[in-house]
């Protein structure tokens, strides 16, 4: 049974001051709850699930401390929720504190200038955890990592990859030794280059691409030839083949 309160509580965290405030966000569905509660750098609060979840789910019921799981009616959970059709579990996460960055060397990473599309956002924390890259820099107008629909397109990619939001262009002059990347109509078609082991592949907004001062400031300007029409590329397709080629 859920109460006025926590409903009110949960239903708070659907909007960034309060995750932002009390550093907690939300995540749903049984994959990616079972990722989460998998993950070293990623704590669970409470956990609210059907009495059909927590049957096939007995293991995590019998490793939850008491008052962590919490069963749920059908009804209730669709009070909470934030999708339009609930999926049988949600959980309530505190959101994880990492050491400061200090060097990017030695490791693949993506930088993202301004994509705020949350799908977008989502999506390329979920290929940037596929291809191995450790960090993703996002610019500070970038969509935010624990807005729920952010959360749940990374499938638990969340708690494998590190996301720092930051001034680009400063960070890009502290960190001059590091290969970059930048993905360009008029750059050089990504399959003429060798294999990659250090390096941070920037991105750029869904509409307009990356700004002109960090372009500049790139080591490497990358394209994806085409064969078609099409303007342009999706920015977490484009990140996709990108990473393929050059890991």
Known sequence: MITKSEVKY????????????????????????????????ILLKALYATEEWWNVNKDVYESLAPGMAIEI??????????????????GIFHQPIYDKV?????????????????GNM????????WFGAEYIIASEESAEIYNPKVVQATMGSIGRVQVIYDDLLRLI???PAVPIYA??????????YKKITEGIILIGNESKGIQVPLLQSATHQVTISKRGKAESLNAAVAAGIILSHLV
């Open 73 to 90: 009616k059908e009804y209730e959970l669709e009070k909470i929720s934030a999708l339009s059709t609930p999926n049988q579990v949600m």
């Open 173 to 175: 002059k502290a960190i």
């Open 183 to 192: 993905a360009s109509l008029e750059g050089k078609d990504i399959t003429e």
């Open 102 to 118: 200090t060097s990017f060397n030695n490791c693949i990473s993506l930088m993202l200038d301004g994509i705020q599309d949350p």
């Open 122 to 129: 989502g999506t390329i924390i979920r290929i940037a955890d």
């Open 10 to 41: 949960i239903q708070s965290l659907g909007h960034k001051k309060f995750r932002d405030e009390l550093k907690q966000f939300t995540a749903e569905g049984p994959k990616i709850i079972i990722e989460l509660l998998n993950s070293p750098s």
